[in-house]
């Protein structure tokens, strides 16, 4: 009986797998491509001689460093609390969480151009106002990654139990957030920041309305339409790029199954 | 002046009653027990005292300070969980200082004492393992060390043996007698486990739903139990329904058989009086100047140490309970037997 159940599995993961990889390995063909009749990286090698590629990518690292920051600043001790005292806001809080993928970024940048542009903010005037508005904006595009990773995370411990084990020994709220919790939940923080930095990278929408071609998702966007080997092989880069993110989390998590010694006491 | 004063103390969780009118004074050095089923109110009790509730109602004195709303991290009471809590990103010896580290002791300090306390609670050799590669029971010394790393006003433990098997229970339980006693720090201890109580403490809070029944020594809880139900929830206990034939002289009659009971006044008789007697009180046999009564054997179970019989006097079942020997000769199922048991036993609630 296990013998054509084990067939069929094998037979999906293949049809999976072909899903998946074919188009990206077409991608990659095609972007060796550049040089007539012969494979070669020439198109990379263009892609990384351009300034501009190095310019936006680096300025989308940066604000994905930032938002990853802003967004654990904002959100671990939010979630935290929430666990620790207002467990019954937990529904609401999963809902909003859920919101940057029901609402556009079409629509979240528009509003937050229209709200920001004037009186009393001004922050659309100069480019660090910009720049702050567009954390502002993957701050809640990447909430819902970030929230479900420390909300798994606080569920992996006894946040609760912990919490008042360190203030019986006479731990302040810093001390118990930061030595205590925080430790406990540093993988999932990653991982969640990791995701954010990896969503960040490549945003198109939101980039391209507040920063435009400053950011590394309208470049791709730019090169893409004028380039054509070139642009595969920043689809490849890109890939690359949230694999290796992928990777570092899965690097991370790691080694975290600790067993119990059993019996011995 | 008392150590610990908990005076009226109450607390409601809505409308729902959770401990009310709670009054109990601890005196130094002393281990002090609250004993009662889940939802009792033992709990939250303790709670009140580690200053992770508030009292709707009450206060709370700890060597004549009032703390009833002092933050739970300024109180100085140590606290040992039925989790173990152990912070799983420390080593045995980081979890042990951390309070003092806290405290911003020197390290050379923390090290000494962290070193002392874990020889106390037999774990110096264990300093660089993470909880995860602890047992159970080296998880709940672990968190009786860092209770007592930092030298508490008081020692609150909340079941802390519950999650723990048997064995493992019986020796920790002697453990954390001898430390409390080495240390002599005045202990509060939560528990539903009527043994872990009785063998532990040198006074016994039986509770119930939110209000205390009995507070006394263990010997006077179980041999001079003041209401039924701490009667009947420490030990076991037999309860067979009489009639009253001369309440002045402590005679009642059980169906036809009439029995004498040593009187005493502590509980009022209530409207159906009922004959209270442990298992070991009775004995299988007739005994001069013992009460006696007929029964018929209906099961025998043999546990080892001791040898439960199941007996049915006048349509109503009693236990009887005798020490197992090699020469035990033991009655057969439905076999009517003779039983006795003194008059200063047994009592009417």
Known sequence: MSKPNTLWSWFWMIVGGLYFFLPLLATFEFSLKARK???????????????????TFIFSLEMAVFTALAGILLIFPTV??????????????????????????????????RVFSGAPFFLTNTFAGTNILLIAAYVVLTMPYLYRSIDTGLQAIDVRTLTEAAQSLGAGWGTILFRVILPNVRVSILSGSFLAVATVMGEFTIASFLVGIRAFGPYMSLVGQNKTYESSSLAIISFALTWAFIGLIQLLNRGRVQTQIAGAH | MTYLLLSNLSKYYGNTLAVE?????????????????????????????AGFEVPDQGNILLEGEDITYLAANQRMVGMVFQSYALFPNMNVADNVGFGLSVRKMPAEQIRQRVSEILKIVQLEDLQKRYPYQLSGGQQQRVALARALAIRPRVLLLDEPLSA??????????????????????????????????????????VMNKGRIEQIGTPFEIYNYPQTEFVASFIGQLNLIPVQVVDREGGLYRIGGQTIQVEQNHRTPLSSQPKLAIRPEEVKLGQVEGWNQLTALVRQVSFLGAIVRIWLEVEGVSLLLDVFN???????????????????????VL
């Open chain 2, 325 to 347: 020997e090699r020469k035990l000769v033991l009655p057969k199922v439905n076999e009517k037997v003779v039983i006795s048991f003194p008059h200063h036993a047994c009592w």
């Open chain 1, 80 to 113: 935290y609390w929430i666990r620790l005292k207002l467990p019954q806001l937990r529904g609401l809080i999963e809902f909003v969480s859920m919101l940057p993928f029901v609402v556009p970024a079409i629509v979240l940048v528009f509003g937050l151009i």
């Open chain 1, 37 to 55: 009749g012969v494979y070669s990286f020439l198109a990379y090698e263009r892609v990384f001689a351009d300034p501009l590629f190095l310019r």
């Open chain 2, 164 to 205: 723990l098997d048997a064995k493992i229970r019986v020796e920790l339980r002697a453990e954390i007698r001898r430390i409390q006693q080495e240390l002599k720090i005045t202990t509060v201890y939560v528990t539903h486990d009527q043994e872990e109580a009785l063998s532990l403490s040198d006074r016994i809070v």
């Open chain 2, 21 to 49: 009118n709670f009054n109990l004074e601890v005196e130094r050095g002393e281990f002090v027990s609250f004993l009662g089923p889940s939802g009792c109110g033992k709990t939250t009790t303790l709670r009140m005292v």
